[in-house]
């Protein structure tokens, strides 16, 4: 059995592994840094998915790539690029 199959079972989609239970967004308050989260458009990962990270980091920064999926460092790999290094740029 692979480590996938234990931690999620045999879908991703619906957990029933070891980490059915598992939940870290009501400990993104103690996210105490500048954060860069991310998703595209049309990714697994929805805007719904991630609006709680964004109501919960303290110093966060949430970017959507318009024409992406869940590899936006490869469909959008300039745009990307840019975002990444403009927010670094940003911390000093």
Not at 6 to 20: A, H, M, T, W, Y
């Amino acid at each position: 059995m692979t480590n996938d199959r234990i931690r999620q079972g045999p879908s991703e989609f619906k957990v029933i592994g070891n980490l059915r239970n598992w939940e870290a967004i009501s400990r993104a308050d103690n996210i105490t840094v500048e954060a860069l989260i991310t998703n595209g458009r049309y990714d697994e990962a929805q805007d719904s998915c991630m609006q709680g990270w964004s109501e919960k980091i303290p110093k966060v920064e949430w970017v959507t790539f318009d024409g992406s999926s869940h590899m936006a460092f490869w469909e959008e790999r300039d745009n990307y690029i840019n975002t990444i290094a403009r927010f670094l740029k940003a911390q000093g």
